[in-house]
């Protein structure tokens, strides 16, 4: 495709269940970024992958949080036995490899907590 | 403990007129910044960037000025115009850049 994209666009859950969502980065771009912005708040970096591996997890806000990414491409995000405080837009972007390269945002998925 | 401040969380300017949306920082490391504009609903876009290395970078209605020593940035839009109201967001990124850290973001209406 031409751009990032995610899915689902929106998801609402009950409290503790699981959900794992999915970024698809611009074909070529072996660097992924996860972020959330909660409301109000500013862009909150979670992880990045350069290729399939993950240097850098400490962005993680606990250990329910967990990422990966195969084939250099997709990855998804799970949070697992989710929280109110999980309720966010979390946004995925792409550049084309690790350092000062513009990144290229998706749309979000919005989740809500209930 | 924020590294990446935006102070204004608003700014409205008349049409026409100049948008100036300021960012600071406390890291010194960072060595690259970029500005970000976001729709509701949608993902951040990027707009323009700057190296440490310059003080000023321009494109089209925008340009960026880096104040190093006071670890200051500042984006200018002339002439604002109605389409620019968006959330505004600085991010920096230290030598390597593998990880952007952005600001808070400050939300400007231009007014027509």
């Known amino acids: 495709g031409a751009g990032v994209s995610q899915s689902p666009s929106n998801k609402v859950t009950e409290k503790g269940k699981d959900v794992e969502l999915r970024c698809d980065p611009i074909?070529?771009?072996?660097?992924l970024y996860w972020y959330r912005q909660s409301l109000g708040q500013g862009l909150e970096f979670l992880i990045y992958f350069q290729g399939n591996s993950a240097p850098d997890k400490s962005g993680l806000p606990s250990d329910r949080f967990s990422a990966e990414r195969t084939g250099g491409s997709v990855s998804t995000l799970t949070i697992q036995r989710t929280q109110q405080e999980d309720s966010a837009v979390y946004l995925c972007?792409?550049?084309?490899?690790?350092?000062?390269?513009?990144?290229?945002f998706g749309p979000g998925t919005r989740l809500t907590v209930t | 403990d924020q590294q990446v401040k935006q102070n204004s969380p608003s700014l409205s300017v008349q049409e026409g007129r100049i948008s100036i949306l300021n960012c600071d920082y406390t890291n010194s490391m960072f060595d690259y910044f970029l500005w970000y504009k976001k729709y509701p609903a949608e993902g951040p876009t990027f707009l323009i960037s700057i190296s440490s290395i310059k003080d000023k970078n321009e494109d089209g209605r925008f340009t960026v000025f880096l104040n190093k020593s006071a670890k200051h940035l500042s984006l200018h839009i002339v002439p604002s115009q109605p389409g620019d109201s968006a959330v505004y967001f600085c991010a920096a990124s230290p030598p390597g850049g593998q990880n952007f850290v952005f600001g808070p973001g400050t939300r400007l209406s231009v007014l027509p």
């Open positions: 074909s070529g771009h072996t660097a």
């Open positions: 972007a792409s550049s084309l490899s690790w350092g000062p390269y513009e990144q290229y």
